[in-house]
Nanobody, 128 residues
């Protein structure tokens, strides 16, 4: 059974940091592009960051550029999202997703339909 499990979410003050992890079981991640998406209450799910299967290409939403870093450790079958300088507007449920590489990472990051496997999500709340 293919499964993705996110962890690392929580409550953090503005300016703080969190590192999210996305661990896969039932399949190996090394042939998949991985995306981190988020959904805030009343808003559509949006792409935050995506990474190619090799890790050589990454993409970031403009709102998180310079603050978030995506990385992957294929040996551990895990993808990470390091989030620094967090803002209240980063508050959302964060999901990781795996998709077969059908187009560029940049394009995949704006098309949730290209990702076939999703985790259950982890809540990130940025508040003082």
């Amino acid at each position: 059974q293919l499964q993705l499990v996110e962890s690392g979410g929580g409550l953090v003050q503005p300016g703080g940091s969190l590192r999210l992890s996305c661990a896969a079981s039932g399949f190996t991640l090394d042939s998949y592009a991985i995306g981190w998406f988020r959904q805030a209450p009343g808003k559509e799910r949006e792409g935050v960051s995506c990474i190619s299967s090799s890790g050589g290409t990454t993409n970031y939403a403009d709102s998180v550029k310079g603050r978030f870093t995506i990385s992957r450790d294929n040996a551990k079958n895990t993808v990470y999202l390091q989030m620094n300088s967090l803002k209240a507007e980063d508050t959302a449920v964060y999901y990781c997703a795996a998709g077969q590489v059908l187009t560029t990472v940049q394009t995949m990051c704006i098309m949730t339909s290209l990702f076939g496997s999703w985790g259950q999500g982890t809540q990130v709340t940025v508040s003082s």
